[in-house]
């Protein structure tokens, strides 16, 4: 990476300011653009595409992706200086895929930690290892979703396999500063004590990861798929009970791990 690294563009679609979840403290999440999953419960489905949409908004068009540099999104990111240094906030990158974008997403890192602040990203794992491994020294805490242990299921919601993400998930064990494990609920897809404990015994068996939590499936990103002329797979679908993300949690415990619900 060069020296004016800070000129690194990127596309991004949304940056959340005063966070209080996916990573410690207070923190700024930026949403950059582009997967290469398709996950059917996808909150963010106007991140999916890497080109630059229309979503209407409240009956109202609006422009999804802006193509911004490094400079110009810490410039907003240190804005909230103050909240970071007393809650030990800081930058999480989300999505989106922020692996899909690398160079983008590496220089966003550097920059955070060389001005004092803690990273995050929150990533499926789905890249070569190339890829994650040049992240990594940059990287406080890696947010990575396990979503099924069977390929085939896997690839069946997502449109992509897990060998990939599954062998990532050792590796960033062994290298990465912090890795929590975490697993969006979907019923119809993982919900099943049974699915849920497989995934907990294979996160117990990564080096040095004692976290997982289970994220809820909820219908918030429903109106997004209407304003981008998408239809909503999960249509019908109810969101688990609270007695049932229970039942799932004391699985996760009964492996040995340091478990909640949300993250």
Excluded at 181 to 187: A, G, H, M, Q, T
Excluded at 199 to 204: C, Q, R
Aim: neutral net charge.
């Amino acid at each position: 990476m060069t020296d004016d690294y800070l000129q690194t563009k990127g596309r991004i679609f949304d940056i959340q300011k005063y966070s209080i979840h996916d990573g410690p403290g207070i923190r700024t999440i930026v949403f950059l653009k582009g997967c290469a999953l398709r996950c059917r419960w996808c909150c963010n489905p106007e991140s999916q595409e890497f080109s630059v949409q229309q979503m209407m908004v409240a009956g109202k068009p609006k422009k999804m992706g802006q193509d911004v540099t490094v400079e110009e999104v810490m410039a907003k990111v240190e804005q909230d200086r103050p909240y970071y240094r007393r809650s030990g906030g800081g930058l999480t990158l989300s999505g989106g895929e922020c692996l899909c974008q690398a160079e983008f997403s590496t220089a966003l890192l550097r920059a955070a930690k060389e001005r004092g602040l803690n990273t995050a990203i929150e990533s499926t794992g789905f890249a070569k290892w190339e890829t994650i491994a040049r992240l990594l020294p940059y990287l406080d805490l890696y947010l990575m979703d396990i979503k099924h242990m069977s390929s085939q299921k896997h690839k069946e919601f997502t449109s992509q396999p897990n060998e990939l993400i599954l062998e990532n998930a050792k590796k960033i064990a062994q290298n990465a500063k912090h890795l929590i494990i975490r697993v969006p609920v979907i019923p119809t897809f993982n919900d099943t004590v049974p699915e849920i404990r497989e995934i907990a015994k294979f996160a117990a068996s990564l080096p040095n990861v004692t976290q997982l939590h289970l994220l809820p499936y909820h219908r918030m990103g429903r109106d997004k798929y209407t304003g981008l002329g998408r239809e909503y797979l999960m249509d019908g679908i109810e969101p688990p009970t609270a007695d049932h993300m229970d039942r799932l949690l004391d699985a996760v415990l009964a492996e040995g791990l340091d478990g909640q619900i949300g993250g």
